[in-house]
């Protein structure tokens, strides 16, 4: 529409890592606006894995563990729903009912195994240490415990990134 500005609208996952320069240099300028969203509540994501299931007795099953595991990540619950149809972990039953087929597990989608992969490639040496070594840890590692390791950046950098987060104990 002519004299008016136009509008961009864009998503992005702020745990993939730090804003590229333009996107800072426009924020910087006034000339973008940035909205954080919080993650979805566990009553959203119920309601999302009700509306996927028919709101059958699938979902109701579901939904407490959809939530925990994707910690209210709209992406991660949008992955894991339709991984558990892609994978057959959920089917419909001639009658049309929703049937939950692995009940014990949830299955991790390829997509959303991707997109943990492509974070991690973007990590340093250091960083990707310090990432491997608390993984493999047996239970949580005090953060000194894992500066130790790499040196405090790196734990900083993983932090901020929300690939690892801190614990009271």
């Known amino acids: 529409v002519a004299g008016r500005p136009p509008l961009l609208l864009a998503a992005r996952d702020p745990t993939t890592g730090p804003r590229s320069e333009r996107l800072t240099r426009w924020l910087n300028d ?4 940035e909205i954080e969203l919080p993650p979805l509540s566990a009553h959203a994501v119920a309601e999302l894995v009700a509306e996927t299931f028919d709101k059958s007795p699938v979902a109701d099953a579901l939904a407490p563990r959809i939530v925990q595991t994707t910690e209210g ?6 992955e894991v729903l339709r991984g558990l149809v892609d994978q057959g972990a959920v089917e419909r039953e ?15 989608p390829p997509q959303l195994i991707d997109a943990c992969r492509a974070r991690i490639d973007t990590l340093t040496d250091a960083q990707r240490s310090v990432l491997v070594h608390v993984a493999l840890a047996s239970e949580p590692v005090p953060r000194v415990a894992a500066e130790v390791l790499e040196g405090p950046g790196a734990v900083e950098a993983l932090l901020e990134r929300a690939l690892l987060r801190t614990c009271d104990q």
């Open 94 to 108: 001639p009658g049309g009912a929703w049937r939950l087929v692995t009940p014990d597990t949830l299955p991790v």
């Open 73 to 78: 990540n709209p992406r991660f619950v949008e």
């Open 30 to 33: 006034g000339l973008l606006v």
